[in-house]
């Protein structure tokens, strides 16, 4: 059964969502409380660290882009740049590899995007499991390390229930990491996608870093998943400009990035070791409480580093 991105409502769509040329830029700030402006001074990514964004269409032409390794993973490409795939597409693209500067900031610019749109810009921005599962394939035979999903779902037939776990599993076997966002709807629910064992799902938080802001949370996503900045964050709009969204869409990237510059700084790092460097601010905290509650820990990039750093050396 087609169900609409995780993002997309008419009220969280207009409440989120918003073009302002004279938006506070706020994407550096949430780097900040992510732990990962030290990180991302060690490095900018590695060209051999490929990430896919499986999200809607990207405007590959835009400047905010310009330093970016783009790769089409299929009709990727905008031609409706106003088309809300195109916006959503660009402004996830833009926060793993746009430019840094006064504005914006790209976490992992020099790691590879690989673009799977998983709704395009034709009729509904709706998505089935088994389109998702389809794209997963994509990615992970395309030797992606990292998948960033942008989309949730409700009620799925079991044959796309099915089809959806054999492919995480594929990705669990080949040691690709899944990040996906946990959804909006502001409630304790969970779906196939975030479920599964490979998956790390994501909540937003707001400026504050300690609760959910309307983010479906379930035991799952308290187990083995994490929280990260997505209340006005700002990005590349794919007119050109810049805007802001909110939701876990916007938080997921600042996972997904922090991945791509543990790999590139520990290229021989299991995936367990990056899942354990991940949940590594919870050691000494009340983690073991936290893990069994439906609240996931706020990621802390720099604490996973120092975690990664002493089991690689």
Do not use: K
């Not at 504005?103 to 088994?130: D, H, M, N, Q, W």
């Not at 064992?197 to 504050?208: E, K, L, T, Y």
């Amino acid at each position: 059964m087609p169900t609409v991105p995780e993002q997309v409502t008419v009220t969280v769509h207009q409440e989120l969502d918003g073009r302002d040329e004279n938006a506070v830029p706020t994407t550096p700030i949430a780097v900040a409380r992510a732990g990962l402006s030290q990180l991302c001074e060690r490095t900018m990514g590695s060209p051999d660290v490929l990430v896919a964004l499986l999200d809607g269409v990207v405007h590959f032409a835009h400047s905010g882009l310009r330093n970016a390794t783009l790769i089409d993973g299929g009709n990727a490409r905008a031609r409706d740049t106003n088309s809300y795939s195109a916006r959503h597409g660009t402004f996830v693209a833009g926060l793993l590899g746009g430019v840094r500067d006064e504005r914006t900031f790209g976490i992992c610019p020099r790691s590879p995007l690989l673009v799977v749109p998983i709704f395009t810009e034709v009729g509904s921005p709706a998505v089935s499991p088994g389109q998702c599962a389809d794209a997963v394939y994509t990615a992970i035979s395309a030797g992606a390390q990292v998948i960033n999903i942008s989309a949730a779902y409700a009620a799925p037939s079991v044959n796309e229930s099915r089809e959806l776990q054999h492919v995480l599993d594929l990705a669990a076997r080949r040691s690709v990491l899944v990040v996906v966002a946990a959804g909006n709807q502001a409630m304790v629910g969970s779906s196939a996608l975030v479920r599964h064992h490979a998956v790390i799902p994501v909540v937003a938080v707001g400026n504050d870093g300690t609760a959910p802001v309307g983010s479906t949370v379930s035991a799952s996503v308290g187990r083995r998943g994490l929280a990260a900045p997505g209340v006005g964050i700002t990005g590349l709009e794919s007119d050109g400009s810049t805007c802001e969204w909110s939701g876990t869409s916007v938080a997921t990237p600042f996972v997904t990035g922090t991945i791509a510059l543990l790999l590139s700084l520990f290229p021989r790092a299991s995936p367990a070791a990056v899942r354990q460097a991940l949940r590594a601010p919870l050691v000494g905290t009340g983690g073991v409480r936290g893990r069994a509650s439906i609240i996931p820990p706020v990621l802390n990039a720099e604490s996973s580093y120092a975690s990664l750093a002493a089991s690689e050396g």
